[in-house]
Structures are given as C-alpha cells and as structure tokens.
C-alpha cells in the first residue's frame, strides 16, 4: 500500500506561490493541494479564504500547511498551523526574527509536528556539486555579488522594504543560504555597511565581510538598486582553481570549465524532502542565513540614501 496523501492548505497566492509551489504540488503525487488562504487572490477550481483562521476553521481535514506569505507575518502564521495540529512548510527567510525561529521549533517539537525551514536556492544540483567539491579543499577568498533592480523583480513589493521585509536581504539571503551550505567551516560576521533610503525601514545595498574559521575571507556586495548587468554569482579560490556558482548557484564552473548538470528541480526536491519530513515525524530547522542576517542588522553601520519609490 503507498503511503498516505498528504492533505495541503496554502497560505499566500502570490508570485511564488504561482511560479513554484502550485506547479511543485500539483506534480508530487504525495500531495493534495485542498485549498488555499490570501488576502486578495485564490486559485481557480479551490476553495478560497481570506485568512489562515477561516482556512483552518472550515473543516477540509488538512494535514500540513505551506506559507508564501511575506515573512513579516510568517511566524503568527505558523503558529496558528501548529495550534491546529498541523505541519509546516515555511518559505525563506523562515520569519522576521531569530527568536520567532526559536519558538516554532520549540513549538513544533513540543506537538510532535513537522516543521521545515525551507532554503529554495540550497537545492540547485550545482550547489550539491560545489559543496562536494570544496568539502576537500584549502579555501582562499570568497566574493559574493548579488545585484539585480527591485523594480524589475519585485515591483511594487512595499513590503520588502518595511520592517521585517528585509530589503536586499530578500534576495542576498539566497546567496548567504548558499554560502552556509557549500563552505566546509563555521562562517562568522565582521562587519557591515548598510544603505537605507530615508524613507524606507531595511537596507537596500549593504556590503558585509564574514570570517570563515576565523579568516575574514569573504566578501558581499548586495545591492537591489543596480540597474546594469543583473548578477547572483558567488566565487571561492581554491589551490585548485576558482570555483564560480554563477546565476544564483545555478550554473558552476570549476577552473574554468562549465560542469554539465541535469535541469534543476528546486522546488520539487522541497517538497519531496517536506514529505519524507513528515513521515519520519522530524523537523528540519536551519536558520544560519538568517542569524547572517540578523548580525548584519545588529553589527552595520547604516547610511542614510536618497527615498526610493517604485
Ligand atoms: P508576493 O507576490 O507579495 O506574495 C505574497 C502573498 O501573500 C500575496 O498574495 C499577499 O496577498 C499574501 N499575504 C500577505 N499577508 C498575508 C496574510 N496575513 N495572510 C494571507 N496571505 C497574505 O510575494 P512573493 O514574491 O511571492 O514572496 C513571498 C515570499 O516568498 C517571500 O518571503 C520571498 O522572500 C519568498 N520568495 C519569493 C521569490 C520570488 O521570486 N518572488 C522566490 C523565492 C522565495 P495580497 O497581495 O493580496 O496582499
């Protein structure tokens, strides 16, 4: 007998949900998407509400819930699935503070349920490649550029620009999720430089160096104002070479030569490791990029820019 469906509500019909989770979902047989909760938009041919309680309140005998929302509410969210019973699944960043991790997985283990913090940009085959490779090797200095213009990719998105939304850490948490799962020691904040538009709460370019056993090797420019050539690479020297994961860890070259990889399965491999999560009634929690974060916020200097308005 296969093992049991697993009954879905999702939690938040915006672009990712559209681009990734619904087409991830509806191709993992393990999965019944049932019914889905947004503010504004639902999905043809499901039931729809307007929030989290109503979802949870009309009795469609849920197993597990998945949350695209913005994380400024992510974690009151995950809270409410908990109470109800339920699994999580939590989109990156996995809520708007390290403390409100703390407590889910305090909470989740506390109810015997499955809670995952989900890091999309880990699950690339050229991350697992990279990870591989540089676990052997005397690693040199590290440069992130994560550049790309918030007007082209996130328009509109005032969220990511209030308390909470995380500015160009939205984006540059991918390449520090990255970053935290390639290199072989413990990473580490040294400093940072961030730049705020005086009429916006988060940084939108930042710059940070980070220690990697204790060398301050690594070096990030993270800008989502950059109108020019759009770039998410990350690069690591080594006595063997210059390893390059170039557009956003998708594509990596080893001293020069481009190493061929099958298509990526990003969101698929998610879900299946959500189902293999809850069947072996474990948690996944890793909030390293976002403690990268969160030092970043702790230890930069801020410098006032000109307002930005989309
Ligand atoms: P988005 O397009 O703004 O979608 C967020 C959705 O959540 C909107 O439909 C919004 O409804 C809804 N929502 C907000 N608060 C809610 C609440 N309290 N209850 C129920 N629904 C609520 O944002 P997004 O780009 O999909 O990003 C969402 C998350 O996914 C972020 O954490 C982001 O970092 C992550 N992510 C995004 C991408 C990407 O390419 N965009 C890629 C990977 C991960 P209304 O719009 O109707 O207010």
């Given at each position: 007998m296969g093992k049991a469906r697993i009954r879905l509500g999702l939690v938040g019909v915006g672009k990712i949900a559209r681009d990734q989770h619904i087409p991830a979902i509806g191709g993992n047989q393990r999965f019944d998407l049932v019914a889905t909760a947004s503010k504004h938009d639902g999905v043809d041919g499901l039931p729809h509400h307007p929030d989290l309680r109503s979802l949870l309140d009309a009795g469609h005998e849920l197993d597990a819930i998945v949350l695209c929302t913005p994380p400024a509410v992510r974690s009151e969210l995950a809270h409410q699935a908990l109470d109800a019973g339920l699994h999580v699944f939590l989109e990156k960043p996995p809520a708007a503070a390290l403390s409100q991790v703390e407590r889910l997985r305090h909470e989740a283990a506390r109810a015997g349920l499955s809670l995952f913090t989900s890091w999309?940009?880990?699950?690339s085959l050229a991350v697992d490649a990279a990870k591989a490779w540089l676990a052997q090797r005397q690693i040199g200095a590290v440069r992130i550029a994560w550049r790309e213009n918030v007007r082209e990719?996130?328009?509109?998105?005032?969220w990511l620009l209030a308390a909470g939304g995380f500015g160009v850490f939205d984006p540059a948490i991918n390449a520090l999720s990255i970053l935290t799962a390639i290199m072989p020691g413990v990473l580490a904040l040294e400093a940072a430089d961030l730049h705020v538009p005086?009429?916006?709460?988060?940084?939108m370019r930042a710059a940070m160096t980070l220690s990697h056993d204790g060398a301050p090797i690594v070096h990030c420019d993270l800008d989502i104002l950059h109108e020019g050539h759009q770039q998410w690479d990350i690069e690591v020297e080594s006595v063997d070479g210059l390893l390059t994961l170039g557009a956003g860890g998708h594509v990596l070259t080893i001293a020069g030569d481009a190493l061929p990889l099958a298509p990526n399965r990003e969101y698929p491999r998610l879900y299946e490791r959500f189902a293999t999560l809850i069947d072996s009634g474990r948690s996944e929690v890793d909030a390293r990029p976002l403690t990268l974060v969160a030092d970043a916020m702790m230890l930069g200097t801020v410098h006032p820019i000109a307002p930005f308005e989309f």
């Open positions: 999309h940009s880990r699950e990719w996130h328009p509109g998105q005032d005086a009429n916006r709460a988060m940084p």
